[in-house]
């Protein structure tokens, strides 16, 4: 087994001294890793899941990077920050790769320079356990691991809330998941909280603004993956849990206005929303397999979502502006489970539905072994008329964080730029895929490929168009992180999107590694200007 890595520093000396209280429970924190429930299984093992490129690294305020090869080009003035887990703390007991602390990682661009910058999102859990010196918020995914750990733990965590340690009501959340910018704002997201704004300062620091709830209309999470039109700015998004209603949708408008809830009660069971896809006349939502059970998580262990086996996933297709759930409509896909959509549109004057997205064919794999997933492409069509559902895989390869132009989002789009799992969470390389070759034959339908090279490791890519009017779909370039684990070095690489091998067009060297994480986005300089 891999050693664990030296622990972060902490961003600043405790304002305080621990009170008695504070001690108290510590030490029962430290009982209950040591003796009741120490990390047994690997999948919440610091030593393990904290090693090597995923160990945590400490904020670095702007830094100037080197372009070692090409050039960056003058359409990418603007900043591509990218979202993920990294503690605050190290962990004293079991922890799960997605109990980290949000850290975003935001190289800005401007005139062919580059400037690196990463920071905490300021949550009030960061903020909180900083001034504190120590954890004190318990880890969700990995905390209450069968009956007497979750006891012990939940009396421990309740008599922090007494003694006024922290306040849940004032968030819980990590926004360790993706990026959204929409309603005029930049948003920080993680499913168990609300937003966070946070904005790009013109020397290319990151700055949280705080937590978000659209003028008291939002009172506890939502997605970290809303959904948001190019044509028309608006988001639309849902918020899920263990409680019902399992599911609510709503949206929000340009001006940043959310509108009244939707509530879903054909969801009978609380189930794992990651992620919703749009056309321009509906929102689609996956009914699968992967469900939450915290009752069974709290007195049998193990991972706090879990496996129904027997049953049958569905899509759930419901108007964009529908006010109730009357109007949505479910579809039965069996053996369906995405977790991430790439994109979904209609044909047919608008009869049909085609949904693309990575079907998770381990399925039961989801959280404990990550490492057995495999993700297989798929292109669903939906025939509204007669409630047909037809699927086919659109390449056997094992990907997943796929992305496309955004322009194209809602609309029918023709490439795909999707990462490949070597195994998950690791990531080798990145293909492009055609998915118009589906509708010809029933091919593979990767057109390019590059892979980084033997111990080199990237993140999701994300794609920026040239902004050329009457520019084609793919005319444009794909960016992410690299991590090379041999010389433990990190670059950023901009790739030509339209190249048979996605040649690098430029490639910047940063000052310090960056962890392995979740999802980014880019933004441009005139929307950075205006945050």
Not at 135 to 158: D, K, W, Y
Request: with cysteine.
């Amino acid at each position: 087994m891999m050693s664990i890595p030296s622990p972060p520093k902490r961003a600043q000396i405790p304002s305080r001294k621990p009170s008695l209280p504070s001690n108290i429970f510590n030490a029962f924190d430290d009982f209950v890793n040591t003796y009741i429930d120490p990390p047994r299984k690997s999948y919440v093992d610091p030593k393990y899941v904290l090693s090597n490129n995923f160990a945590p690294v400490d904020e670095l305020p702007p830094t100037e990077c080197e372009v070692v090869e090409g050039s960056l080009p003058p359409c990418l003035d603007g900043a591509y920050i990218r979202n993920g887990p990294n503690p605050q703390y190290l962990p004293r007991g079991p922890y799960h790769l997605f109990d980290g602390d949000g850290m975003l990682h935001s190289i800005k661009i401007s005139q062919g320079k580059a400037t690196f910058c990463s920071r905490f999102v300021k949550t009030y859990k960061y903020n909180i356990e900083n001034e504190a010196g120590f954890q004190i918020i318990p880890n969700v995914f990995s905390g209450f691991n069968g009956i007497i750990p979750s006891v012990t733990r939940g009396a421990i965590t309740l008599a922090r809330i007494i003694t006024r340690q922290f306040n849940p009501a004032d968030g819980i959340g990590l926004a360790n998941t993706s990026l959204a910018l929409f309603g005029g704002k930049l948003f920080a997201l993680g499913e168990s909280d609300l937003p966070y704004a946070v904005k790009i300062t013109s020397d290319g620091d990151i700055i949280t603004l705080g937590r978000h709830n659209f003028n008291g209309k939002l009172v506890w999470g939502m997605t970290a993956h809303p959904k948001i039109d190019p044509d028309t700015n608006e988001a639309f998004a849902y918020r899920y849990g263990p409680f019902p209603p399992f599911l609510i949708y709503f949206r929000v408008d340009p001006n940043g206005i959310k509108t009244a809830d939707v509530p879903i009660f054909s969801i009978k069971r609380p189930t794992l929303f990651h992620d919703i896809a749009i056309t321009k006349k509906y929102a689609i939502f996956s009914d699968i397999q992967i469900g939450m059970n915290p009752i069974k998580f709290i007195l049998a262990g193990g991972s706090p979502v879990g496996i129904n086996s027997r049953k049958i996933s569905r899509l759930g297709v419901i108007p964009r502006y529908a006010k109730g759930e009357s109007e949505m409509r479910w579809f039965d896909v069996p053996g369906f489970n995405n977790l991430h959509a790439i994109n979904a549109w209609e044909e047919d004057g608008g009869d049909t539905i085609v949904l693309i997205a990575p079907n998770i064919l381990s399925v039961e794999h989801t959280l404990e072994r990550m490492d057995m997933i495999h993700g297989c492409v798929e292109k669903v069509k939906i025939n509204l008329n007669s409630g047909v559902v037809s699927r086919h895989p659109i390449s056997t390869r094992n990907l997943d964080f796929g992305v496309i132009n955004p322009t194209y989002v809602g609309k029918k789009n023709k490439y795909v730029y999707a990462a490949i799992g070597y195994p998950p969470p690791k990531l080798s390389g990145i293909v492009k895929l055609d998915v118009s070759i589906a509708e010809v034959d029933r091919r593979d339908c990767i057109v390019a490929c590059r892979t980084f090279g033997e111990g080199c490791f990237c993140g999701e890519p994300f794609f920026v168009a040239k902004n050329n009017l009457g520019a084609n779909e793919d005319d444009g370039y794909v960016m992410l992180y690299v991590h090379n684990e041999k010389t433990e070095e990190s670059n950023f690489l901009v790739m030509d999107a339209t190249s048979p091998n996605l040649d690098i067009v430029a490639n910047v060297k940063l000052p310090r590694r960056v962890p392995y994480g979740f999802h980014g986005i880019f933004v441009r300089e005139s929307d950075l200007n205006m945050l």
